[in-house]
């Protein structure tokens, strides 16, 4: 917020400070006017009766006047309009006047009084009709830019109208066009209304409204992509990871935080959080929590012994349709990599002892946990066996999960495009299924439905093509490659390369895999059948929008920190908005070009990467993906066409450094050689270092220019 401050509200402004007479030429004239005349009288009667009211309010401007009748306080302030005005009950709903509420529209349409946030989202009334208004008098041009993205994007009728009146809220609120609005005034709204909860619609935390005007350039370039990042609870501190935990004892408590401290400029944030929950939780609120009253790190050997017995299972209680709770006991897959994290911070404290004797001389004991303790090759064993196992169970039944897929993907497609063509409350037939295309009391925008004809729940169509492609792409992205889904959802039109061969000048397609926890960066040669389908995704995500994406912040869930400015279309992502299942991960891709993410009611951050397909299966000469928004050669381009420097070649790299597990020193010296795991080893204290950072893991950690095919090249930590 100290980067995106909103606006301040205004105390005086020129249209408040207008007499009465110059309030009434302003607000009874074009563009306010109405042409039809019943329409008009009735605004008419209704500015007058509130004008009149606010007239006996104490205050010198309109402004003051309507902060000091309370009527942002009162449960309905047209009661007080009545009382002052008549005498009459407040109470008594028939004494209401009808025009009162569109004279109140019209003045804050004219600028003439800026209601707060809070009264506006709170009372419904005061939002009927704002956003059509303030189209018509204020910002026609705007709005009906707005309006056409959402058409365009196929967003819902009602969540369209909703980030509407939105925008409409802020523009009453702090004045202005919608050009107007900054980053900050989002972030107030959307404040604002997490505080009402129970009191707004379904809609009042979407962010959509915010998409519209970042999409629309309303935000400026510097704008984040997402909205999202405002509204986690950032990174927290050392001090904050370890009060999780109510660790009662304080002076182990800030020994914990003081070596989280020391940790965390070598360490990524996922690792901070998990020393802090290892060391934390698993272990000093284990001690606490069986033993009360526990002060020092010296444990005694029978203290020490039952811990790690608990520490290597997990009890979990769950209840029964026969009324008993049971309780069960499994051994704990993790319980080595506790171990190796007390055992580390055992080690480490003693080492560091020697440096500061006055810190940490005072906390070095003797280690609870020995090298065999934490020793990890039986557990690597056990694990490699697991994995195994689950291959050989999956692998036959791999071609019939295509299928699947596959036949899923047409039946959806198939039925969503007849549906298209049925009129509403006609009968369509797709396959060996005839339904009934549903007809809506509302217009819906991009959604089509459909219903059984001899009864049934209600279909969403379009939702069963979105979910039906996306299953599908996942599916074939992840067994033409074999990288795991945290490695999907990083995958961008960065992560497509091109690499010459210097011999005959064949172009060979490249497919960068980031670095996931305790792997190296690695490239892929892209397939024929890979290639297709990616073009295939490629094609769905650009639909009909530029080639050339715009820069935009992005947000990162992981690391909870802001990332670089630099243009991208992520076509995969882990955030849910409106995905297959609540929490699941899919590939998907939120625009930030022209339009937002269709039916985006929460959104993702909509950091965008393009890729341009070039090439495909069917009726392309070669099948190779290009980008050409990152300015490469073209695979049809000829062998002495220089191939131009790609945006990431002229960016800080990652410092590299020699693996010890591959013994390459750079990427030339392994060429054409099988890319391996390159999982650091333990260091001698238990503890697996960290291969990778979070910040080669971002986009700005790359590799610094394409390398040969299948050459693993590796980022240092």
Not at 274 to 294: C, N, Q, V
Not at 451 to 465: A, V
Not at 520 to 532: M, N, T
Not at 664 to 674: D, F, I, M, Q
């Amino acid at each position: 917020m100290r980067r995106f401050p909103p606006r301040a509200a205004a105390r005086s402004w020129p249209v408040t400070q207008a007499s009465r007479s110059a309030v009434l030429g302003r607000v009874l004239a074009a563009p306010l006017a109405l042409p039809n005349p019943g329409s008009q009288q009735t605004r008419r009667l209704g500015v007058l009766a509130v004008l009149n009211w606010l007239q006996s309010q104490p205050g010198e401007i309109w402004q003051d006047r309507w902060l000091a009748s309370g009527a942002e306080t009162h449960p309905d302030w047209q009661a007080l309009v009545v009382a002052v005005g008549s005498g009459r009950s407040a109470a008594n709903p028939r004494s209401r006047l009808p025009h009162l509420a569109p004279g109140l529209l019209v003045l804050i349409c004219a600028d003439v009084i800026r209601p707060g946030l809070g009264w506006l989202l709170g009372f419904a009334p005061a939002r009927r009709g704002l956003a059509a208004e303030m189209a018509r008098t204020r910002d026609s041009a705007a709005f009906a830019e707005l309006a056409k993205m959402c058409t365009s994007a196929a967003v819902g009728l009602q969540a369209g109208q909703q980030a509407m009146a939105r925008i409409a809220v802020i523009m009453a609120a702090k004045g202005g066009l919608a050009g107007d609005v900054v980053v900050g005034d989002c972030v107030e709204l959307l404040e604002v209304a997490a505080g009402m909860r129970g009191q707004q619609d379904g809609h009042a935390h979407s962010p959509l409204f915010y998409q519209l005007l970042r999409a629309g350039g309303h935000l400026g370039q510097d704008a984040p992509a997402s909205i999202q990042m405002f509204s986690g609870r950032g990174r927290p501190s050392c001090e904050q990871l370890i009060d999780r935990y109510r660790i009662a004892c304080r002076p182990v408590r800030e020994v914990l935080v003081d070596y989280l401290r020391e940790r965390q400029p070598s360490v990524d944030f996922s690792s901070l959080q998990r020393f802090a929950y290892l060391l934390g939780k698993l272990f000093w609120a284990d001690l606490e929590a069986h033993h009360p009253g526990i002060d020092s790190l010296k444990l005694p050997r029978d203290v020490s012994a039952a811990w790690k017995q608990r520490v290597m299972t997990r009890t979990r209680t769950t209840s029964t349709a026969a009324g008993p709770a049971v309780t069960t006991v499994s051994a704990r897959l993790d319980g080595l990599s506790v171990l190796s994290a007390v055992r580390s911070f055992y080690l480490d404290i003693a080492e560091w002892a020697d440096d500061d004797p006055a810190r940490w001389g005072p906390w070095a004991v003797r280690c609870p946990v020995s090298a065999s303790d934490a020793s990890h090759k039986k557990h690597r064993s056990q694990r490699k066996s697991r994995m195994d196992q689950r291959t050989r169970e999956r692998l036959p039944v791999l071609p019939t999960l295509t299928a699947w897929v596959q036949a899923q993907r047409a039946r959806t497609d198939q039925r969503l495009a007849a549906a298209r063509h049925a009129t509403p409350g006609a009968l369509f037939t797709a396959g060996a299924l005839t339904l009934r295309r549903s007809v809506m009391k509302t217009a819906t925008t991009g959604r089509v439905w459909a219903e059984d004809p001899e009864g049934g729940r209600r279909r969403d169509l379009s939702f069963e093509e979105h979910r039906g492609f996306w299953t599908w792409a996942m599916v074939e992205v992840l067994r033409h490659t074999g990288i795991r889904i945290e490695e999907l959802t990083e995958l961008s039109h960065h992560s497509l390369i091109q690499y010459r061969l210097p011999a005959s000048g064949q172009l060979i397609p490249l497919l960068q895999i980031a670095p996931s926890k305790t792997d190296a960066e690695r490239l892929l040669v892209i397939s024929p059948e890979l290639a297709d389908a990616l073009a295939t995704i490629i094609a769905r995500i650009r639909g009909d929008r530029a080639t050339v994406w715009p820069p935009s912040r992005w947000w990162s869930a992981t690391t909870r920190t802001n990332g670089s400015t630099t243009p991208r279309c992520r076509c995969c992502s882990s955030t849910a908005a409106n995905s297959m299942t609540a929490r699941s991960r899919k590939p998907r891709c939120a625009s930030t070009s022209t339009t937002p993410w269709p039916r985006s009611a929460s959104a993702t951050p909509p950091g965008t990467r393009c890729a341009t397909p070039s090439t495909t299966s069917a009726g392309y000469s070669s099948p190779t993906p290009s980008c050409t928004a990152c300015r490469r050669t073209s695979p049809n381009s000829s062998p002495d066409t220089p191939t131009s420097t790609p945006p990431w070649a002229t960016r800080p790299s990652t410092p590299r450094r020699s693996s010890t597990a591959t013994g390459r020193s750079s990427p030339a010296a392994a060429n054409c050689a099988p890319a391996r795991n390159t999982a650091p080893r333990p260091t001698p204290n238990g503890t697996s270092s960290s291969a990778t950072s979070s910040a080669a893991r971002s986009p700005s950690g790359t590799a610094d220019a394409p390398t040969p095919p299948l050459a693993s090249t590796n980022t240092a930590a």
